[in-house]
């Protein structure tokens, strides 16, 4: 069982999300008299992260690593969770039913503070659009599906891996409404996010290198008649 299940599973994969995260809030070895701030400071491995999420863990997990990714002024996050965002996208093309992290990443903490902030964020920024969201096309998120998108989800994660300017926040928004779309089984934000991230990185590959030359050249020409 998870820890959504037990009571009324919340609806959206936002409010399951913070269902997950919430009851980690606190250490546990805090005790009711410790300092209230400590909470502040609470952690979850992505290991035990993975563990809870067994109902559609590749979604749940892409989202909530997604994430601190696609919002602004988030910093250190996107670091933590690029790499097993790879990981798990490759894993998903590799035709894994479920995840699996090698232990150096299971290991990995994640500040569970921090994380619910960027959920609460998400849903007063975004959460009006994960309505929209519930199955159709069913044959789009199924299992030979679901592997040909964990093969296009590798370049966006990738690209969120590059620690470079605009690398990560467009590709972030895209990997996030793949998973909503695979924890919903909706294959229109599956489409609409492979669209959206793979159309940015084209255009980062495409348009960065004729970018550089410009500034090169500006430079340049700036160094010649100055």
Aim: with cysteine; glycine share 8%.
């Amino acid at each position: 069982m998870t820890a959504v299940e037990g009571s009324a599973a919340p609806r959206g994969a936002l409010a399951k999300i913070e269902a997950i995260l919430k009851p980690h809030l606190q250490p546990q070895h805090e005790t009711a008299h410790a300092d209230a701030g400590r909470g502040q400071k609470a952690t979850i491995s992505l290991g035990a992260l993975s563990d809870l999420m067994e109902e559609r863990a590749f979604g749940l997990l892409l989202l909530i690593l997604a994430l601190p990714c696609c919002l602004p002024f988030v910093y250190i996050l996107p670091q933590l969770v690029a790499l097993p965002m790879v990981v798990l996208a490759t894993q998903m093309a590799a035709g894994r039913r479920a995840p699996w992290l090698p232990e150096t990443l299971r290991k990995r903490r994640l500040p569970v503070a921090a994380l619910l902030d960027v959920v609460a964020r998400a849903q007063r920024y975004g959460g009006w659009l994960e309505r929209f969201a519930h199955p159709r096309l069913p044959g789009f998120t199924g299992d030979k599906a679901t592997r040909i998108i964990g093969a296009l989800l590798i370049v966006p994660c990738l690209s969120i891996l590059v620690p470079l300017p605009l690398t990560n926040t467009v590709p972030g928004i895209g990997v996030a409404l793949t998973a909503i779309g695979l924890i919903e089984r909706d294959a229109l934000f599956v489409v609409f996010g492979l669209l959206i991230a793979l159309i940015w990185v084209a255009i980062l590959v495409i348009g960065g290198p004729a970018l550089i030359y410009l500034l090169v050249n500006f430079l340049l020409n700036r160094g010649t008649t100055a």
